[in-house]
């Protein structure tokens, strides 16, 4: 019996010896390797992958447990492609069509494929990448001024009716905040909002310097609700224009200024910091301005809020297909890197909070969006966008929910003695607000 003839289970055992590879040629043996890769992996749910000589393979439990995915590959490089860069290629495979899910979904894809991350650690491959990464960190993930605004303009300058697509009515782009798990997207974004305004122990009057601003969504939440003037700084000049628009619509205009100006060229002082969804894109060179110009900025008694996406790793880095494609230059950064670099500015860590699943379910919420105005957004794009920011949200949902990556909370302050001895005060802030919510979150309902 020929090998060709050979079921690819009956392979398995056969070719267990790898020294026996070179016999199935280059094509199969790259797929004999996937195979053997698949088989390790595939612990949760059910894979079916027809390979692109049409051979069947099947991996995952007997049992009933777990999603069943049917996927096709088209491309004969493909499955070397794959052991050689997972991420890299099966992103690009799903946005050129060359990898089909025939039956499932690409969540539950991603689901099957991405729960045992430290198998997929473990490939050479990996390895190598990871260690190219380190020796070219400081290129990779070294953003000067000129460098952040064309990073900054290949997301975010994108149009904003696409982001409308799967939004909350407020345009909030980070992680939401799920008090019990059963909010709406809009009542988890607004009780957001609220989490970090308590814990910049609002007053009436304060100058406040919101850092990566967005649509100004929270900056006009800080000026209406807690009577702040309110300083935005963005490099996206969609969003900005949007931000502009926003203020003079709700009349704000006077307490709300926002500036197409980079953080590290900032004059003023300021009584409170807000950074949301902005350090994530500081690279690793550039920690140490980042948390310069916040102790520099901030007044002696002011208080600072620090929200951005990190990785319970030793050390931080980026996904090779979400740096190519979504986020150039961004480095997701480790806790314990963060920490230190807050430390050498001279600020003190006043409070540390993990949001652990809170962003699985926004980019959930955020997918499922998106999927119901797909058709809108290939009239604004094109199917392979479309594809692309399929995968960018669903890969992403289960890097939070199976990976490393959290969201971190971190409140600074010059002075040790600033902020109340206890946390009492976040809660109680909240609390005047969360009915409030409720009722906003039902009437947003209802109005989309």
């Known amino acids: 019996m020929s090998n060709s003839e050979i079921s690819p289970d009956e392979q398995f055992e056969l070719h267990d010896d790898a020294r026996q590879l070179p016999r199935l040629g280059p094509g199969?043996?790259?797929?004999?390797?996937?195979?053997?890769?698949?088989?390790?992996?595939?612990?949760?749910?059910?894979?079916?992958?027809?390979?692109?000589?049409?051979?069947?393979?099947?991996?995952?439990?007997?049992?009933?447990?777990?999603?069943?995915?049917?996927?096709?590959?088209?491309?004969?490089?493909?499955?070397?492609?794959?052991?050689?860069?997972?991420?890299?290629?099966?992103?690009?495979?799903?946005?050129?069509?060359?990898?089909?899910?025939?039956?499932?979904?690409?969540?539950?894809?991603?689901?099957?494929?991405?729960?045992?991350?430290?198998?997929?650690?473990?490939?050479?491959?990996?390895?190598?990448?990871?260690?190219?990464?380190?020796?070219?960190?400081?290129?990779?993930?070294?953003?000067?001024?000129?460098?952040?605004?064309?990073?900054?303009?290949?997301?975010?300058?994108?149009?904003?009716?696409?982001?409308?697509?799967?939004?909350?009515?407020?345009?909030?782009?980070?992680?939401?905040?799920?008090?019990?798990?059963?909010?709406?997207?809009?009542?988890?974004?607004?009780?957001?909002?609220?989490?970090?305004?308590?814990?910049?122990?609002?007053?009436?009057?304060?100058?406040?310097?919101?850092?990566?601003?967005?649509?100004?969504?929270?900056?006009?939440?800080?000026?209406?609700?807690?009577?702040?003037?309110?300083?935005?700084?963005?490099?996206?000049?969609?969003?900005?224009?949007?931000?502009?628009?926003?203020?003079?619509?709700?009349?704000?205009f006077e307490r709300v200024a926002f500036e197409l100006r980079d953080y590290r060229q900032e004059k003023g002082q300021y009584d409170r910091v807000v950074s949301v969804g902005m350090f994530e894109h500081v690279g690793r060179s550039g920690f140490d301005d980042y948390f310069s110009t916040i102790q520099r900025v901030l007044k002696p008694d002011g208080v600072a809020l620090v929200h951005a996406i990190g990785t319970m790793a030793p050390k931080g880095g980026s996904d090779p297909w979400i740096r190519k494609y979504i986020f150039p230059g961004g480095y997701l950064p480790s806790l314990s890197e963060t920490i230190a670099a807050a430390e050498r500015s001279g600020l003190w860590v006043t409070d540390v909070e993990i949001l652990r699943l809170h962003y699985a379910e926004t980019l959930r919420h955020w997918s499922e969006r998106f999927a119901a105005e797909r058709e809108t957004a290939r009239r604004l794009y094109d199917e392979r966008f479309c594809r692309m920011w399929e995968f960018y949200l669903a890969v992403c949902e289960m890097a939070f929910r199976h990976g490393r990556l959290m969201v971190f909370q971190l409140q600074l302050a010059k002075r040790r003695d600033t902020v109340p001895l206890t946390r009492n005060y976040i809660a109680d802030a909240e609390a005047d607000h969360h009915c409030h919510i409720r009722a906003l979150g039902k009437q947003i309902g209802r109005a989309r």
Not at 239 to 248: G, M
Request: proline share 3%; with cysteine; glycine share 8%.
């Open 28 to 252: 199969r043996a790259a797929m004999w390797l996937l195979a053997k890769l698949l088989r390790r992996l595939v612990r949760n749910g059910h894979l079916t992958v027809i390979d692109p000589r049409g051979e069947t393979w099947r991996f995952g439990s007997g049992g009933g447990d777990g999603a069943a995915v049917s996927v096709r590959l088209t491309d004969k490089a493909l499955p070397a492609q794959l052991l050689a860069n997972p991420s890299l290629a099966l992103g690009e495979a799903y946005m050129d069509g060359t990898l089909r899910i025939e039956t499932g979904s690409l969540r539950d894809l991603l689901s099957i494929c991405m729960a045992d991350l430290d198998t997929v650690d473990a490939l050479p491959g990996k390895r190598i990448r990871q260690g190219l990464d380190a020796f070219l960190s400081r290129r990779l993930h070294h953003n000067p001024i000129n460098r952040a605004r064309c990073n900054v303009a290949h997301h975010y300058d994108l149009s904003t009716e696409l982001y409308d697509l799967f939004l909350d009515a407020d345009r909030q782009y980070s992680c939401a905040y799920f008090a019990t798990g059963n909010e709406t997207l809009d009542e988890a974004q607004a009780l957001k909002k609220r989490h970090i305004a308590a814990k910049l122990l609002l007053q009436p009057g304060l100058d406040v310097l919101d850092i990566g601003s967005g649509w100004g969504g929270l900056a006009l939440e800080l000026a209406q609700q807690h009577q702040a003037r309110v300083t935005g700084l963005s490099l996206s000049r969609e969003q900005i224009a949007a931000a502009r628009a926003s203020a003079t619509q709700s009349g704000l």
